[in-house]
């Protein structure tokens, strides 16, 4: 090669190595992958998150709704109401017949039974919950309120045993009534009559007590 070509491809190749080392030296970092939350749950169980599906012409607010309205005014919760204070009143009768009513156990059960009477008064059967009741249960609903005042003024005026004798059998029949009632209209609508085999009756009486423990259990009780 001529000595000429040879120093002037020295001179251009010293020149591009010149500029190399001037020129500032750039690193490339990577972004980070951010992993969205649907990504994930499919990383963690394998699947993708499924949304629950919104039936069509239904918005997920007025689901939300429906599903508040659920819970109704709980008759079988009133009906364990007033079981309980009739429970609570019996006792207080005994302590009474041998303390005399301004015994402390006496006191605490009747205080105890009071609890039980504004639960179920401002909880279970308040008005909302009672406005869209069938009328047979609406009925029983408002005479269980009915009673629950009535008891309530009771031991508030207490005077001595006898009437802490008759609030406590007022109580029970209240309980007795309301129970009956309740359980022959249910039944009633479960096809029981007195005509029906007795096994069809106890597989009927059944699902009615399965359907009291669904109602107690979404009250919240």
């Known amino acids: 090669m001529r000595p000429e070509i040879v120093g002037i491809i020295v001179q251009e190749g010293g020149k591009v190595v010149s500029s190399l080392v001037k020129a500032p030296h750039r690193h490339t970092v990577s972004q980070p992958q951010v992993e969205t939350p649907e990504e994930a749950f499919e990383r963690i169980y394998g699947s993708k998150k499924v949304e629950p599906a919104v039936p069509s012409g239904e918005s ?5 709704q429906k599903t508040e309205n659920i819970a109704t005014a709980c008759i079988p919760c009133a009906i364990g109401h007033y079981g309980t204070c009739s429970g609570l009143l019996n006792e207080a009768m ?7 009513v301004s015994s402390g156990e006496v006191i605490d059960r ?8 504004n639960a179920m008064e401002r909880v279970d059967l308040r008005p909302e919950r009672i406005a ?3 009328e047979w249960e609406n009925k029983l609903a408002n005479k269980a309120l009915n009673n629950s005042r009535y008891l309530r003024h009771g031991l508030e005026g207490l005077g001595n045993a006898g009437d802490l004798e008759k609030l406590a059998a007022r109580t029970q ?3 007795n009534d309301i129970g009956r ?11 029981i009559t007195e005509d029906k085999p007795e096994e069809m009756k106890v597989a009927a009486a059944q699902r009615v007590a399965e359907e009291v423990e669904k109602e107690v259990i979404s009250s919240g009780k």
């Open 60 to 64: 997920p607010v007025r689901i939300e």
């Open 94 to 100: 005994r302590f009474a017949q041998k303390d005399g």
């Open 110 to 117: 009747m205080n105890m039974c009071l609890d039980e009477l």
């Open 132 to 134: 869209d009741l069938p």
């Open 173 to 175: 029949t209240t309980r």
């Open 181 to 191: 009632e309740w359980f022959k209209q249910k039944l009633g609508s479960k096809g």
